[in-house]
């Protein structure tokens, strides 16, 4: 998948150390859009093992993983359940390009699945 949309103050920011001659990086992770109305644990802990195994920080995961597999299991039983966004789910997640109505559905209901779901922060 690739990012689709507008640049985010992240670029700016690394841009701006650049023209300013200011070493800078962005660490991205992929992340899937049907959780965009809520915390996608499994980026987080993609970018948090990065800089545990870069720093030796010794971070104690355990808590995260019990969250993030409860955040998947409620997404697979979604997913089991209702067969329309099972099929939207697998569109996206194998980089098949949705339309911006096509992709609001599966935000909603896993964000709902998951207690997330903020309707004015996907505008």
């Known amino acids: ?50 800089f545990d195994a870069r720093l030796a920080l010794g971070m104690d995961f355990q808590e995260l993983d019990k969250r993030i597999t409860h955040q998947q299991l ?20 194998t980089g098949l390009s949705l339309g911006r109505a096509q992709q609001i559905d599966p935000i909603k209901q896993v964000s709902e699945a998951l207690g997330g779901w903020e309707p004015a922060r996907l505008g």
């Open 74 to 93: 409620t997404i697979d039983c979604l997913q089991q359940e209702n067969p329309a966004t099972d099929a939207l789910i697998a569109s996206l997640e």
């Open 1 to 50: 998948m690739e990012y689709q949309g507008l640049p985010v103050l992240n670029s700016y920011l690394v841009w701006l150390a650049k023209e300013r001659a200011i070493r800078a990086c962005s660490l991205w992770t992929d992340v899937p859009s049907y959780p965009a109305a809520c915390d996608d644990l499994q980026a987080a802990k993609i970018v948090l093992s990065f």
